[in-house]
Every structure is written in C-alpha cells, then in structure tokens.
C-alpha cells in the first residue's frame, strides 16, 4: 500500500470551525505517527474533513505546519521535564530527572521527536513561536545546571548544559534508531542516567584538596608548596 493510500485511509473527521488550525495540527501528529512526514497539506486537510483552501489559510505551506508540530512538542517537552523535576527533590535529583523525561518524550513521540531535533525549521526567522518554545526548553535546562553547579557562572552553566544536552540527544536518537538497543524504556532512562554520571560528577567545582604535609595541588594537577630544603624527599 502507497504512503498516499495509507495516508488517506481514515475518514474525514469532524472539527469546531472555530478551532481549525488546532484541527489540522492534530492531524498532522497523526500522520506523522503513521507515515512521518512523507504526508501532503492536501492530504492533512482531506483527514480534518476541509478543504485544501481552508487548510492553506492557516498554514501557507507544510513547512509551517510541521514549525507548528515541533512548536507544540516542545512545550510539551519543557512541561513534562518541569513536572518530572517537581516530582523530586535535590539539584542533582532534578538533572536526572530531566534526562529521563527528555528520553521518555523522545521514546512516546519518536516521529515528533525527528520533527523537533531534525534539521532546522526555523533558519530564517519564520516562526518566532517554535523559537520561543525552544528557547523555553532550554532555559530550564540551563536553569537546573546552574543549581547544581552553584557557582554563579552563566556562561559555564550554558556551556555545560549545551554538553548534557548533545549527550542526552546523541544518546537518545542511538536508541530510537535502534544503534543502541535496550528493553525497554526504564532501561533506556536508567543507562542514560549512568553514563551521564561521570560528567556530572566532574562538573561540579571543587576546592583544591589539601594534604596533612601542607601540599596543594596546582590549576594543572602539580602538587606545589614552598621550596623543599636541598637533599628533602
């Protein structure tokens, strides 16, 4: 059977005339979860039950109407890491739920997912509401590395939450695509945690340890102390 024709399966649906635009955008994420995005506006607006006309008067073409699914995902994204980091206690506690919930959107939505982190919609400015919706994402992101840090650097917490994030994505697209294989998608959340540890770990700051003989260890790792007398070991 042709994309087309599994496209155009479904019956035409009823929708609120006042609701249109929200109508066909709900189609879009059921084409999507069946076909991805090898679908028409045309087909989009047979499913909503309108016509192609009607359709182009929301959405002047299909790549607005995917800018509205990938801006639609997003929010979904910041509210379920917002209500995932709620759910628990502790700067570090947040990050690792942050990540599970990034994993668990990608895992339900894997084709909004492709949408959302695919290439980029918006390159010339077109659609300043996905811009808005990702930026949301990734301030709380930054938000939740800047607690855990705790040192006041904005500029380090962007940079490593750019890190965190490129290995929460990397990771994740490797499972969805099947390079990584898991069970299941606790599984999938448990390792994404463990492998995130050791950068977790090493990005908090720590004072330089002291030793009980009075030697400090030095910005690249020397131990140093005042000038031992000659011959001293």
């Given at each position: 059977?042709?994309?087309v024709a ?9 929708y609120?005339h ?8 709900d189609?879009?994420?059921?084409l ?19 016509t192609?006309?009607a359709?182009?008067?929301h959405?002047?073409?299909k790549e607005a109407?995917?800018?509205?699914l ?6 979904d ?6 209500r ?5 206690s502790?700067a ?9 919930a990034y994993?668990?959107f990608a895992w339900?939505?894997?084709?909004l997912?492709?949408v959302?982190?695919?290439r980029?919609?918006?390159?010339e400015g ?5 811009e808005e ?12 590395i800047?607690d855990?840090l ?7 917490a ?8 490129s ?8 499972v ?10 606790r599984?999938?959340?448990?390792y994404?945690?463990e ?19 009075g030697f ?9 102390s ?8």
């Amino acid at each position: 059977m042709t994309t087309v024709a599994r496209a155009n399966r479904k019956p035409p649906r009823a929708y609120h005339h006042g609701d249109l635009k929200r109508a066909l955008a709900d189609v879009g994420v059921e084409l999507l979860g069946e076909i991805g995005t090898d679908f028409t506006l045309r087909q989009v607006a047979q499913r909503a039950g309108v016509t192609h006309g009607a359709a182009y008067r929301h959405y002047e073409d299909k790549e607005a109407l995917l800018a509205e699914l990938a801006c639609r995902g997003f929010s979904d994204l910041a509210r379920a890491i917002d209500r995932s980091m709620r759910s628990v206690s502790g700067a570090r506690g947040k990050l690792e739920a942050l990540l599970k919930a990034y994993l668990r959107f990608a895992w339900d939505q894997p084709a909004l997912y492709d949408v959302m982190f695919g290439r980029r919609l918006n390159e010339e400015g077109a659609f300043p509401d996905l811009e808005e919706a990702v930026q949301g994402a990734v301030r709380l992101l930054r938000s939740a590395i800047a607690d855990y840090l705790g040192d006041g650097d904005e500029l380090r917490a962007r940079d490593l939450s750019i890190v965190l994030w490129s290995l929460a994505h990397g990771f994740t697209a490797n499972v969805l695509h099947r390079r990584i294989r898991v069970r299941s998608v606790r599984a999938a959340q448990r390792y994404l945690v463990e492998i995130s540890a050791p950068f977790l770990d090493g990005a908090r700051p720590r004072r330089p340890p002291r030793s009980s003989d009075g030697f400090s260890w030095g910005s690249i790792g020397e131990p140093q102390s005042k000038r031992s007398p000659r011959g001293a070991v």
